[in-house]
């Protein structure tokens, strides 16, 4: 039988469960409350080879491939410029059969959307609410008719409306500030010594500063501080903060700095980090940051919202009882999510690091990553979702 499954959020969780369930057999409709779709310029995002998985299991893996720069090496640096390890990621990536890929948000989201096609996309509806019976969900919309479908996938970010409706875990008591906001930019066309395939960590004390290319002629730089929480979007005066907070820094840091324009910055406090026990029930359950917000230290929250789909759609061709396929889903999901967020802490800097803290963590890296928690995250992205 044919389920309907109606997809609360289009952005690259929402997307990708329609097209993995839709692949599987159901059918799909995508409702977003934003009039457009993303917009075309977007901040980048590293999509590592378990997202990648995914990717190649719902068939959009070679376009994004093709978007974006494959990810060879992740070098890490002092703020100074020491160089204190050089990851061979490339060789993770050929392991598992697909490479990690810096490349535009926009241009994952670009090649999700072109693959699932318009005719399942509804823009501009905004959701006031889901109703659940036994047979049936019924989500309410607040300028358009009811939809009815056999299940609901809420996936509608950080923010959620529908965890805080039917979860108890309402925004903005849920999730949490991470204690850390992020200024980032791309800059085009930019003459900077960050070549192609190499993901630079460079490392402070209580800031932390990536950059990339992700597309030959694209670099994309962020840089984490520990501030409190109060800011979002973009301002001219952001690039003045993120100079005077990272002065001194060795290059590239500097050269991404002049290299970037005052409109080209914005910045984004993080909100997440804590982990649900319950994602639904009956026919209703989340996906990607509605239910697991990831904070951005190892890059993960996209491509856990990927293999949410993936893992999804499987579940769903699987189990012909949606409510079981649900609860199978999310049993799998929010072992693993939580796996991740827990990782994620270990690597989280804190605003406290004090200088002997932060040259015991440069030695620790550069004699004993692989060993400690650069080989824990290596197993975890040789996991299968």
Request: net charge neutral; with cysteine.
């Amino acid at each position: 039988m044919t389920n309907r499954a109606l997809i609360i959020g289009g952005g690259m969780g929402g997307l990708a469960a329609a097209i993995g369930l839709r692949d599987a057999g159901n059918d799909v409709a995508v409702f977003e409350r934003n009039e457009v779709a993303a917009a075309e310029r977007g901040f980048g995002i590293m999509i590592w080879p378990n997202g990648m998985r995914a990717l190649k299991q719902l068939g959009v893996a070679d376009a994004v491939y093709a978007a974006g720069c494959e990810l060879n090496r992740v070098e890490f640096r002092s703020n100074t410029g020491t160089r204190l390890l050089d990851w061979n990621v490339g060789e993770l990536g050929k392991g598992l059969g697909v490479p990690a890929v810096s490349v535009a948000r926009a241009a994952v989201h670009r090649a999700l959307a072109d693959k699932l096609g318009p005719e399942s996309v509804t823009f501009g509806s905004w959701c006031t609410g889901v109703e659940q019976d036994e047979q049936s969900v019924t989500v309410n919309f607040r300028d358009q008719l009811p939809e009815r479908g056999d299940f609901v996938i809420g996936a509608d970010g950080v923010r959620s409306a529908i965890r805080g409706e039917h979860l108890g875990a309402a925004w903005p008591q849920f999730p949490p500030y991470a204690g850390y906001t992020i200024w980032h930019a791309v800059i085009e066309n930019a003459d900077i010594d960050i070549p192609a395939g190499t993901f630079y960590q460079f490392l402070g004390k209580g800031s932390r500063l990536i950059a990339a290319r992700i597309a030959p002629n694209r670099i994309y730089w962020s840089a984490l501080g520990f501030v409190p929480q109060g800011g979002i979007g973009e301002d001219p005066s952001f690039l003045d903060t993120v100079k005077e907070r990272f002065s001194g820094w060795a290059d590239p840091v500097s050269a991404l700095f002049e290299a970037t324009r005052p409109d080209e910055v914005a910045r984004r406090d993080i909100f997440g980090g804590v982990a649900l026990d319950r994602w639904g029930f009956g026919r209703l359950t989340l996906l990607g940051d509605a239910a697991h917000p990831m904070t951005t230290v190892l890059g993960q929250g996209g491509c856990m919202a990927l293999e949410d789909a993936a893992v999804l759609s499987q579940s769903v061709a699987a189990e012909p009882d949606i409510t079981r396929a649900l609860r199978q889903y999310e049993q799998r999901r929010i072992q693993r999510t939580t796996e991740m967020m827990n990782l994620i802490k270990k690597f989280n800097p804190g605003g406290r690091e004090t200088s002997i803290k932060v040259a015991v963590r440069n030695q620790m890296i550069k004699r004993a990553f692989h060993r400690g928690l650069g080989g824990q995250y290596v197993n975890f992205v040789r996991q299968p979702a």
